[in-house]
């Protein structure tokens, strides 16, 4: 049986382009099939075809922003025969198949995608996951490494119930998201939860190398769910703090006072001055 790879192709914007491949028993005389999630440019997608010998069949959109679409084009004029999906709300003209929460995409007879909407990011954004075997979440711009998506064309009740939805995904599900925006979010989660061992346990090994090509899971949904304060924000510890800086008890408000909370530090550049180097293993509160 052939495996499934992995590959994340960094780009402009700090973005990753997924690939999945299933490479051919013999590179030197066969051509292997692959699968692409979000390509915002070709170039580093057709290189790692040729390299590869992979030939494309898919290409997976999960919002129309264009670091996430603009290397469509070239793609499927390389390779007409792909077929690319897109979120059925946006009704993107360059998706040939429009597909929405619960539809199936199947890429080989061992893997299959379901459709998940995860609107808030953007109103038409969707995410895809594998089927209960491999447990693979890619989810665009919805969920990142210890962080979230901001906000553009959704609304923060969509964002929350979007989180929510996720959260409710195995602890064992490998994550996969668009973005390289783990050291900011870390920052940002230690100065929301300081007292959060576990938190303070994933600062202390994580060492990002972007823009090196990535291999494998960035993260598993239970990391997130245990140190990502947008996974958390409904959580005793974090819900209190949201409520002093003036929110309600409710999903919705409490998302957006903490979404709200690090805009407002990413635009006044305050996360750039948060220190990690010095996060002690123990901490008493």
């Not at 995409?105 to 379901?114: G, H, M, P, S, V």
């Not at 909407?117 to 075997?133: E, K, M, R, V, W």
């Not at 939860?193 to 346990?201: F, G, K, S």
Request: proline fraction near 5%; charged fraction near 20%; glycine fraction near 6%.
């Amino acid at each position: 049986m052939k495996t499934i790879g992995l590959a994340a192709l960094p780009e402009t914007y700090e973005n990753y382009i997924w690939v999945l491949y299933e490479e051919a028993a013999n590179a030197s005389s066969e051509t292997g099939q692959a699968w692409v999630v979000d390509p915002g440019e070709s170039e580093p997608v057709l290189g790692f075809l040729k390299e590869h010998h992979l030939s494309l069949q898919a290409i997976l959109i999960t919002h129309g922003h264009h670091d996430h679409i603009s290397g469509v084009e070239d793609l499927k004029a390389a390779f007409p025969q792909v077929t690319v999906y897109g979120p059925k709300v946006a009704n993107l003209p360059l998706a040939d198949v429009h597909v929405e929460e619960g539809d199936k995409i199947t890429l080989t007879d061992t893997l299959t995608l379901k459709v998940l909407n995860t609107p808030g990011h953007t109103q038409d954004h969707i995410a895809y996951l594998s089927d209960a075997d491999s447990k693979m979440l890619f989810c665009g711009d919805t969920l990142f490494t210890a962080g979230c998506g901001r906000l553009f064309t959704g609304t923060f009740a969509q964002f929350a119930e979007s989180i929510l939805k996720l959260r409710e995904l195995a602890d064992d599900t490998k994550f996969y998201c668009a973005h390289e925006y783990t050291m900011s979010n870390l920052k940002f989660a230690w100065l929301v939860e300081p007292e959060n061992a576990a938190l303070r346990q994933r600062i202390r090994d994580t060492h990002i190398n972007y823009p090196q090509p990535w291999q494998g899971a960035q993260s598993s949904l239970g990391l997130e769910k245990a140190t990502n304060p947008f996974m958390r924000f409904d959580t005793p510890s974090i819900r209190s703090k949201l409520i002093e800086r003036g929110a309600q008890d409710t999903p919705e408000s409490l998302f957006k006072t903490l979404r709200l909370w690090k805009d407002e530090l990413d635009q006044s550049g305050a996360l750039n001055q948060v220190d990690l180097s010095g996060v002690p293993e123990h901490t008493t509160f």
